[in-house]
């Protein structure tokens, strides 16, 4: 079991927006920056979102990263098929003093 | 090129050995912190290891404490997981990856294709 939980699934038609949320505790999220991958299993992660709310050179403004409490939320809108992928975010744990990730969100594109 | 290339994967007994190596160009190596990702199949991402910019810190998962230990050779461009005492539980897609600060970097932005570790008797 994660120590981050998001929800194993979402979907959504093409244009449409998602947000897939990971939830934690006051000894990660609360305290700490979170980051947000996307990845298509036996291929390279790639980062979308650090530092909770910035994007890297190259990824497109339709992807957002915020945080409140102890959760944050990845939004994507303008859906792509091309987005289809498992979403996962992660942090650092103060008291496990390691870093954690969610469980994974599989995105579908219907 | 910004590139991370892992190699040293394989198939293993329960209870032997592996050593894994990381070997990166198109950045300066010793300017960041770095870490061993894994994946076993059918699941999702679990982190192994971190090393800070000059190997000085390092930090484990419990899972791995005792049995892994993380280095790097900031003159070779590399990093290594040794992996001892392994168990069938640690087969896994083994990537390494770049943090985005010195120490304790919470966001990795460039990610190695991965190197396969099969523990299996």
């Known amino acids: 079991q994660s120590v981050l939980t998001q929800p194993p699934s979402v979907s959504a038609a093409p244009g449409q927006k998602i947000t897939i949320s990971c939830s934690g505790s006051?000894?990660?999220?609360?305290?700490?920056?979170v980051s947000w991958y996307q990845h298509l299993p036996g291929t390279a992660p790639k980062l979308l979102i650090f530092d909770t709310n910035k994007r890297p050179s190259g990824i497109p403004d339709r992807l957002s990263g915020s945080k409140s409490g102890t959760s944050a939320t990845l939004g994507i809108t303008g859906l792509q098929t091309g987005d289809e992928a498992h979403y996962y975010c992660g942090t650092w744990d103060n008291g496990l003093r390691a870093v954690v990730f969610g469980g994974g969100t599989k995105l579908t594109v219907l | 090129e910004v590139q991370l290339l892992e190699s040293g994967g394989g198939l293993v007994q329960p209870g032997g050995s592996l050593r894994l190596s990381c070997e990166a160009s198109?950045?300066?190596?010793?300017?960041?912190?770095m870490t061993w990702v894994r994946q076993a199949p059918g699941k999702g991402l679990e982190w192994v290891s971190e090393?800070?910019?000059?190997?000085?810190?390092?930090y484990d998962a419990d899972s791995v404490k005792g049995r892994f230990t993380i280095s790097r050779d900031n003159s070779k461009n590399t990093m290594y997981l040794q992996m001892n005492s392994l168990r069938v539980e640690d087969t896994a897609l083994y990537y390494c990856?770049?943090?985005?600060?010195?120490?304790?970097?919470?966001?990795?932005?460039?990610w190695g294709q991965g190197t396969m570790v099969t523990v299996s008797s």
């Open positions: 990856a770049k943090g985005v600060r010195r120490v304790l970097a919470q966001a990795f932005d460039i």
């Open positions: 006051n000894s990660n999220i609360g305290v700490n920056l």
């Open positions: 198109g950045f300066t190596f010793r300017d960041y912190a």
């Open positions: 090393i800070s910019d000059s190997g000085g810190r390092t």
